[in-house]
Each structure stands twice: as C-alpha cells, then as structure tokens.
C-alpha cells in the first residue's frame, strides 16, 4: 500500500457527526512520514479548515502504531529541507482552528512525537511508547518544536527527552504531561468517540477563542468580544441552562 494521509469523513469516529479523523497509513514502516506525506498534510488541514460540517479532528495511525517519526530512507535527501516539511507540517496542524486531539496506539516517536505534540491533546493506549529522537541521529531539533515539547512538559522533562531520545511509557508521558488520559488496551477508540461527542456539543466559538489564547495570542480580546456579541451563543448558553437543555449553538456552522 502507497504511504498515505487519509482523511475519513466528519462522522467517522465511531458515526460521531462533525468530526473528521486523519489516519497516518505506511503501515510497512510503521506510519513513518515520507517527504511526500509531509507535503500533503498543511494541504490536507487547509481543505478541512474551510470545512463548516469539520468541527473536530481526530489523528491517529493505520492500525496499532501512531507514527515512528519520519522515514529514515528519505533522510538522504537534503536534511534542511526534510526539516523544514516536517516544521510545516507542524505548524498547519498546530494552527488548525478547530479542536485536535491526537488518538495514540504503539509508537509515537521522532516525528510522530511532533505531529501529536501539535494537537490541542493526546489520547493513549496503554502500552504506547513516546520518544523525541534527534539525537540518536545527530539532528538539530527545530526551536519551534522544541519551544512547544517544553511547554508541554516542561524544560526538565523536555531536555531528557532531547538529550536522551530514551523512549518513555504512558505512565512517565502522562506524569509529565505529554499525554492528556491513558486508557486500557481496546477502549481508546470509546473515549476518543465520547469525547469526540463532548467537543462538537461545545461553543465553537469559546473554542476557537480559547485556542488562540492558550497558544499566546494577546491582540484578538476585542475580536473575539465582537464576535460573542454577534454570535448568539451566550445567550443560547444561558437559556439552554435555565431550561436545563442541550444547547443549540450556531457559531461557525
């Protein structure tokens, strides 16, 4: 099979509405990024951005590995370039403007690690094993990737990591905060479903503002303030609680 990025239409998590899932598939090497694959991704996300029925995204990996990083075939190519597709990568998906959640079987190593640590959170398996390798290969980490390892887990943590490129298991990646629940072997697709359910019942407009403060943006109060007095969605908040409903919120749709 041709190393893909497939992405599975918005209700293909377990029939969840409005949630697209992004399946990482070179299962030969276990889902290790080609050059190729690092290319079609920020494409991929752009088209799934401008999506209105996409209100969620979930990325995981054909079978039982996420992704064992970049495929080291391909880094006899030039290393800048290959560093530089993979950092672009990154950011598309990082700066996806719907909520991320990376569901994680197996190995999550070198640029896998990345391609998780770029999503809002992280779902994984019992039994998935985390690494940030560079340093078994002498590469030089890109400062953006680190900067956002770091904030993760924090600069201790980060710098093992780094240094080491010593694979972790899910309790360490979940004591450090590298991953946001673990869950027993054959319940991870369940609760990316569940919560899956929880984040498109949710004000994307709260999202998407939450987004973008937690990732550092401080000139967008007056945008958003704008856009929740225009949106609706507060107001529908507030009586759907009164009236103890659901709540039917519009923005974005």
């Known amino acids: 099979m041709e190393p893909q990025l497939k992405a599975v239409p918005a209700d293909g998590v ?8 992004v ?3 070179n299962p030969a090497k276990r889902n290790a990024m080609t050059a190729a694959m690092w290319r079609a991704l920020p494409g991929l996300l752009a088209d799934l951005a401008a999506d209105r029925d996409v209100r969620a ?5 054909e079978g039982e590995t996420f992704c064992a990083g970049a495929d080291i075939s391909t880094l006899r ?7 530089a597709l993979a950092v672009r990568a990154e950011e598309a998906l990082a700066a996806f403007p719907k909520p991320t959640l990376a569901a994680v079987r197996g190995y999550c190593v070198g640029g896998g690690s990345q391609l998780a640590a770029a999503c809002d959170l992280r779902f994984a398996e019992e039994g998935a094993l985390f690494g940030v390798t560079p340093s078994k290969l ?19 943590a980060a710098k093992y990591l780094l240094y080491s490129g010593e ?8 004591r450090t ?20 359910r929880v984040l498109v019942g949710r004000s994307q407009l709260t999202q998407a503002a939450a987004k973008e403060f937690v990732d550092g943006r401080t000139d967008r109060d007056a945008h958003w303030a704008e856009q929740a007095r225009g949106s609706g969605d507060t107001a529908e908040g507030v009586t759907a ?13």
């Open 177 to 196: 905060g590298l991953v946001d629940e673990v869950l027993p072997a054959g319940e991870l697709g369940k609760r990316v479903a569940e919560f899956s």
């Open 77 to 83: 190519e030039p290393g800048d370039e290959q560093q």
């Open 23 to 25: 399946v990482i598939s």
């Open 14 to 21: 377990a029939g969840v509405a409005g949630v697209v899932t």
């Open 57 to 61: 995204l979930v990325l995981t990996g």
């Open 241 to 253: 609680f009164l009236e103890r409903r659901a709540p039917r919120f519009t923005y974005g749709i």
């Open 138 to 156: 002498g590469i030089v980490y890109p400062s953006s990737s680190t900067r956002r390892l770091t904030s993760l887990v924090g600069p201790s």
């Open 167 to 174: 694979l972790i298991d899910t309790e360490r990646a979940l």
